[in-house]
């Protein structure tokens, strides 16, 4: 017996008795106002588009399981890595950071890299990057970060003096920028590239004992990169590489997979660390904290429909569960409220009962009701507050948040500045790229920074130079610029030498 034919319908399941032809007064019109169906279609062909993502607007997704494989419950309670052999759903999504949606997949950029995990007890997000660094480590510099690898106000156009204007004013900046234009900045696949979640977050136990801990997702299909050249011909030739990749790897089976490392510190190590623990402009040297094997991922499944699994995702640095929370890092703590916030914009407030983005092994019951887009029963009859006597949820107060001192004046603290910024990228060009590694370093920042002011390429150039003389004056060397003049840029304060290169 054959199906019984699917029959087209309104939006509200109406039958469509014609899909072709607007309901019109004659064979030549007009078209009448009366046609419901002309009139749904067309109004939700308006709002077929929702505001893209300010940063990420470009990525791609799947989906696939997180298994533990060896025992972290010293360090955390949550459920999720309670035993070794354990498997969780979760749902990945990579991203380039500072294009459009249109951009293509080889530009140089840091490529985000946000996990789902859909637990027990509540998903919990893990919203990282594929370097262990950022460029800065205080949201109030975030938009003004943002605007400058935008497009020009005035022009519509990448402005390579917008770039280099900031970045040159913002010495933390080096240690990410040495990483950006590295051959890391242009990877080859998704797939061939590690994760970090960048900041320090906590994991503690039952006991209520808390550590400070970075994750590291490391590949296990090595790492492979674009050279600059590389990169360039391929933003022509296949704009979509990457994505693509990430497709059809999974679609014939070569499901890629994951490592999971943690580094981890103890509260009395991170109070009488030589640098902040707690500075994403830095990482923890892995010979002070060897990093742990803690689990897998594997993706083994394409989504099924990109704009509801992979546009409508929403991810998110606040989205914790019993066992892991944030730390004191500045830009972590800024995050944790902006990315619910522009998920509420972008998605509106009920974004969380979206299927991609909803609890799929607990049930999600709050006291929250109402807004655009309720796509349950908005709790039915039952009370929309708390404290109540008909039943309601109740807080579980076996879950408590571990206690943290906290002590100072309530104040703008600036960081002090001092050349601990430079020591990190400079022992990167030192000990740890090659001299094929530094060559392609060079070769990029000159392509790209030649094409600014020479007072910020003066001022770029110094950074470099107090990080590494050598990286310096190549840079120099490679723009034309007069290496001495270099040098005394490099010798004076922050201060000094924005103003000796001023407009």
Not at 270 to 288: C, E, I, Q
Not at 362 to 384: A, F
Not at 398 to 414: E, N, Q
Not at 439 to 463: D, F, M, P, W, Y
Request: glycine content about 8%; proline content about 7%; hydrophobic content about 30%.
């Amino acid at each position: 017996m054959k199906d019984k034919k699917r029959v087209l319908t309104t939006g509200f399941g109406m039958p469509v008795d014609n899909d072709l032809n607007s309901m019109t007064a004659g064979a030549k019109g007009p078209v009448l106002i009366q046609d419901v169906h002309l009139t749904e279609k067309l109004g939700h062909f308006d709002r077929e588009r929702i505001p893209e993502r300010v940063v990420h607007a470009k990525g791609a997704g799947a989906h696939g399981y997180f298994e533990v494989t060896h025992d972290v419950t010293k360090y955390t309670c949550a459920k999720f890595l309670s035993e070794v052999g354990k498997k969780t759903d979760i749902f990945v999504r990579f991203s380039t950071v500072g294009g459009e949606r249109g951009s293509a997949d080889s530009e140089r950029d840091p490529r985000g890299f946000a996990m789902k995990f859909y637990t027990e007890e509540g998903n919990y997000d893990m919203v990282g990057n594929n370097t262990p660094v950022f460029f800065i480590r205080d949201p109030l510099k975030f938009p003004d970060f943002i605007h400058t690898q935008k497009r020009n106000p005035a022009s519509n156009l990448k402005d390579p003096d917008m770039f280099w204007d900031f970045l040159s004013l913002t010495p933390e900046s080096i240690h990410q920028v040495t990483i950006l234009f590295s051959d890391r900045g242009t990877p080859r696949s998704y797939r061939n590239m590690n994760g970090y979640s960048s900041h320090t977050y906590m994991w503690y136990n039952k006991k209520g004992e808390h550590y400070w801990v970075q994750l590291h997702f490391k590949t296990e299909q090595g790492i492979d990169n674009f050279t600059g050249e590389e990169a360039e011909r391929m933003r022509g030739v296949d704009p979509d590489c990457v994505t693509r990749d990430l497709h059809q790897s999974i679609e014939k089976g070569d499901y890629p997979s994951w490592r999971l490392e943690v580094q981890i510190m103890t509260p009395e190590q991170a109070k009488t660390y030589r640098f902040d623990p707690f500075d994403v402009t830095k990482v923890w040297p892995h010979g002070d904290f060897p990093p742990r094997d803690v689990g897998r991922f594997v993706l083994n499944r394409n989504p099924k429909n990109y704009f509801a699994e992979v546009e409508q995702a929403a991810f998110s640095p606040g989205d914790f569960v019993p066992g892991i929370g944030p730390s004191p890092d500045k830009m972590l703590q800024g995050r944790l409220f902006s990315y619910h916030d522009t998920h509420r914009h972008r998605l509106g407030p009920n974004y969380h009962l979206l299927p991609i983005n909803a609890p799929k092994a607990c049930r999600m019951d709050s006291y929250q009701r109402d807004g655009y887009m309720r796509l349950d029963d908005n709790g039915g009859p039952e009370p929309n507050y708390w404290p109540n006597s008909f039943s309601g949820p109740n807080p579980d107060p076996d879950l408590p948040f571990p206690k943290l001192d906290v002590s100072g004046t309530a104040a703008r603290h600036a960081y002090e500045l001092g050349d601990v910024d430079f020591v990190q990228p400079g022992d990167l060009y030192r000990k740890v790229m090659k001299d094929k590694d530094r060559e392609h370093l060079v070769s990029n920042i000159v392509g790209h920074l030649k094409n600014a002011q020479k007072r910020i390429q003066l001022r770029q150039t110094a950074l470099f130079y107090k990080a590494d003389s050598d990286y310096g004056q190549r840079v120099a060397k490679g723009l034309g610029l007069n290496v001495d003049e270099v040098k005394k840029l490099a010798a004076m304060s922050q201060e000094e030498r924005a103003e000796a290169t001023a407009k």
